[in-house]
Every structure is written in structure tokens, then in C-alpha cells.
């Protein structure tokens, strides 16, 4: 496990002003992550630890709600997008990917994170207010970032309580056989925020691990476990599936705009793909890791989806558990997929924690480091607990913001920042056009998603979430 002293510093080099601040807490950041990386660099992540994170990162409560979204395309054009989507997701990834290397290496650095590749690259970027300006690149991305992965965090908080409440509801109406599910109508007898509390504590001891070659054993657990559940899905829907002639091939363009924030929420990893490679023994090798990986994330995606609305066809709901027969073989399709999230949510947390943490550490002696790094951690999550508990529809202002922060990681940003880092250098027309085209298709992605929340937000509120399990009427 990773020393606390080595992310700690002097009480005597504490910034006196803002810029100061900045750009002391930018090179502390540095050196630590350097000192860090040296000192990990015999016992880094292999090339199946690194796999297993970069897949449980991707496979999330999104997943489930593919059917409905291949709903909300059409048979024939939900496919080809979500392929497209994909496709466009990763590439972006190794834009970042390059961008951070090309950085690392003009700059004679080990490495660089997401905001730190932001910051350099706006450094040397022509516009002289940009480069002025250019520690707010690096804030951007970094309240982005903390943003987006404790909003799945609070999520993950909600989809966990939810299905331990019904399966602690429906045990009395659980059947042995399993027939075609029939819609129940359950008055919960404990209230939810009760299982989000029991809940609560175990997560906080899970965040205390801070080693990714740790996490990795949590990983495959999760790993065995979603896979265990998703093969019970699969042999469920894969069984006298209906004519699919019936299904239309294309959907209205409003139901459209709710398919493309779906699927580009979905991709849930660009938050782990820097700090995955920056932790592997052989960074080299994470163009394959990462190529292999959401490869298999994207045949996944395509497979679940399109055969679980070809399976249910007008009746498929948002949560694809929604639609399982009502018996104790499916209902462990809940235990299974909640521990996968469960373990997952450490992972999610890691980003925000590794951006947060190093600066409060940085401003208090090296004999509180510990104490800090703990506090900081409990008290994340406890945020991410009472966000559950407090804010209605969570899922749907998650949703909102998700559309913002997620869409501009994932699509705006990474083009961007491979315009700033190579125009000196003379890109070519070809990929300034491509990055230009990216970027908006990136933004379209924001208001589209943001329209989908907000047109949700107005409808009647019922109890139960986009990404959950939930049957409450």
C-alpha cells in the first residue's frame, strides 16, 4: 500500500496566494505522483489486472438500461450507433492517452494526469490569455472529473439500497418456478434510506484500500459475480426470442436523443484509462489492454442490449431486471449485479479521492497525514450517501450533470486538448477537422443529455430510478 509520507509536504512551503497556490500544489502533485509511480514501479499492475479494472469500470448500472435505449433507436439504427458511439468513445481515450505521453515526454515527466495534461498543453497553446489562464484548464477537468465519478458513486449508493430493499420486500411473493414476470405492487415496509445507512459503513472501509493492485482482487470478485449475473440474463433473453420483423427499425428522433445520452453514459470509464496506465508495470502495453478491453465492453453493450428489446419488445422496461420472471434464480441477478457495484464503486471513488486527497494532505503536517486521508475518504462517501438520501430522483439530477461533466470528459475535451498539445507542431487538415467535428458531436451529446434529464424531471415522480431494479408502483 502506497505510503502516506510520500504524498505529504512541509509546512514551511505552504502558498501564500492563489496563483501560488496553484502552481505550488500543481508541482507537489507532480513530484508526488512521480515519487509514487518510482515506488510502485516493480510491484505495478499486470496486463489482466489492468483488463479486470478497465472492464469493471466500463460495466456499470448503464448497462442495464441498454434494451430500453435500443428501444428508443429503433432495431436497426441502435445497434450502428451504439457500435459508433463506442468506436468514437475510444478513440478519444487514445487521443488522451497521447496527448498525456507526448506531454510527459517534452516535459521530461514520468507522467500526467487528465488536468495536468489540460494545464501543460494550454501553456504553450498560442492564445496568450489561454496560456495565461492555462491552471484553470486543470481545475476544469479536475471538478469534472470529481463531478462525474461521485455522481456514479451516489448512483451506485441508490441502485445497492434498492435492490437489498426488494429482495428483503419480495421474499414472501418470490416463486420457485419462474414464469414470466408479472407487475407487483409492493408498499416497502423499511424505508430505503435505511438500507443506504446499513449500507454506509462497509463502503467506508472498502475506500480505505487505496492500492489499485489491491482493488484488483475486489475487481474480479465483482468480475465473477456481474458475470454470473449477466450469464443468467443471457440465458433468459436468448430463449424463444419473439419475431423481431415486428420490432421497427428506426425510432422517432426524440426518442433518439434519449438513446444518444444513454449510450454515451454508458462509457464509464474515461476517468480510470490515465490512472490505470500510469499503475501498470509495463505502460507500454495499455494501447492493447484498452483496445481488447472496450472491445469486449462494446460487443457486450451491443449483444445485451439488442437481444434483451428483441426479447421484450414494446414492454421493455428501463432496468432489464424489471422484465426477469419473479423466482429466486433471477432475484440472484440482483445479489450478483449489486456486489459487482458494490466493489465498483471503490474503483469510481479512486479518481475523485486521488485528486482531492493529495491536496489536503499538502496542508497539514506529515503526523496527520493518515488522520487527513481517512477523514477525507469517510467523508466522501458519506457525501455520496446523504446526495442519495436527500435529493429526489437522484438518478435524473445525476443524469443532469452527468451530461454535462461525462459528455465534455469523453468527447469535447480529449479532441481539444490534441488541437492545443500538436497545432504548434503542424497537424494536418484532416485531424483538426476530425477534432472540430468530435468536439461538437461532443456538445450535441451535452444538450441531448441534458434535454433527456430535464424533459425526465417534469414527468409525474414515482418511486422507482432509471438504473435500479425497482417494481414499486
Known amino acids: 500500500m502506497l505510503k502516506i509520507s510520500l504524498l505529504a509536504k512541509d509546512n514551511n512551503s505552504k502558498p501564500k496566494s492563489l496563483d501560488e497556490g496553484a502552481k505550488s500544489l500543481s508541482e507537489s502533485n507532480g513530484v508526488t505522483s512521480e ?3 518510482l515506488a510502485e514501479e516493480a510491484n505495478g499492475l499486470s496486463m489482466m489486472q489492468t483488463l479486470i479494472h478497465l472492464l469493471k469500470c466500463n460495466i456499470g448500472t448503464g448497462l442495464l438500461g441498454l434494451p430500453l435505449a435500443m428501444k428508443n433507436a429503433g432495431l436497426l439504427v441502435g445497434p450502428f450507433s451504439l457500435l459508433a458511439i463506442g468506436i468514437l468513445t475510444v478513440h478519444c ?25 489540460m494545464m501543460y498543453s494550454l501553456e504553450t497553446c498560442p492564445n496568450a490569455w489561454l496560456r495565461t489562464h492555462s491552471v484553470w484548464g486543470r481545475y476544469t477537468v479536475s471538478f469534472l472529473l470529481i463531478i462525474t465519478q461521485l455522481g456514479f458513486c451516489s448512483v451506485y449508493f441508490m441502485f445497492m439500497a434498492d435492490n437489498l430493499q426488494q429482495m428483503v420486500e419480495e421474499v414472501h411473493v418470490t416463486a420457485k418456478t419462474c414464469e414470466p414476470r408479472k407487475i407487483l405492487v409492493l408498499t416497502p ?14 463502503l467506508i472501509l472498502l475506500v480505505f484500500i487505496q492500492n489499485l493492485r489491491v482493488l484488483s482482487i475486489f475487481s474480479t470478485l465483482a468480475n465473477i459475480t456481474t458475470l454470473g449475473s449477466m450469464a443468467l440474463i443471457f440465458q433468459y433473453i436468448m430463449q424463444e426470442i419473439p419475431d423481431p420483423r415486428n420490432l421497427p427499425l428506426m425510432a422517432s428522433w426524440k426518442t433518439f436523443l434519449l438513446f444518444f ?15 490505470l496506465k500510469n499503475q501498470m508495470k509495463h505502460p507500454q502495453q495499455f494501447s492493447f489492454v484498452l483496445y481488447w478491453g472496450m472491445s469486449l465492453v ?11 428489446y428483441m426479447k421484450f419488445g414494446s414492454n421493455t422496461q428501463a432496468s432489464i431486471t424489471l422484465n426477469l420472471p419473479n423466482c429466486w434464480l433471477y432475484q440472484s441477478v440482483k445479489l450478483m449485479y449489486s456486489i459487482g457495484i458494490f466493489f465498483t464503486y471503490a474503483l469510481q471513488f479512486h479518481v475523485p479521492a486521488e485528486i482531492i486527497i493529495p491536496f489536503v494532505i499538502s496542508q497539514v503536517s506529515e503526523s496527520w497525514a493518515l488522520f487527513a486521508d481517512l477523514s477525507v475518504r469517510t467523508a466522501l462517501v458519506c457525501l455520496t450517501c446523504v446526495s442519495a438520501i436527500l435529493i429526489p430522483r437522484l438518478d435524473l439530477v445525476i443524469s443532469l450533470v452527468g451530461s454535462v461533466s461525462s459528455s465534455a470528459l469523453a468527447l469535447i475535451i480529449p479532441p481539444f486538448l490534441e488541437l492545443i498539445t500538436f497545432y504548434p507542431e503542424d497537424m494536418n487538415c484532416t485531424t483538426i477537422v476530425k477534432d472540430i467535428m468530435i468536439s461538437i458531436l461532443g456538445l450535441l451529446g451535452c444538450v441531448f443529455g441534458t434535454y433527456q434529464a430535464l424533459y425526465e424531471l417534469t414527468q409525474p415522480i414515482n418511486h422507482s430510478i432509471a438504473n435500479s431494479t425497482g417494481v414499486y408502483a
Not at 415496509?189 to 462497509?202: A, K, N
Open 298 to 308: 462494446i460487443v457486450l453493450y451491443i449483444c445485451l442490449g439488442t437481444l434483451g
Open 35 to 37: 515519487r509514487i509511480h
Open 261 to 275: 445520452g444513454t449510450a454515451i453514459f454508458t462509457f464509464e470509464g474515461v476517468g480510470m484509462v490515465l490512472p
Open 93 to 117: 481515450m487514445v487521443i488522451l492517452l497521447n496527448c498525456a505521453q507526448h506531454l510527459s515526454q517534452r516535459l521530461q515527466k514520468t507522467f500526467v494526469n487528465y488536468g495536468e495534461a
Open 189 to 202: 415496509s423499511v424505508d430505503i434510506r435505511f438500507y443506504m445507512l446499513t449500507i454506509l459503513p462497509f
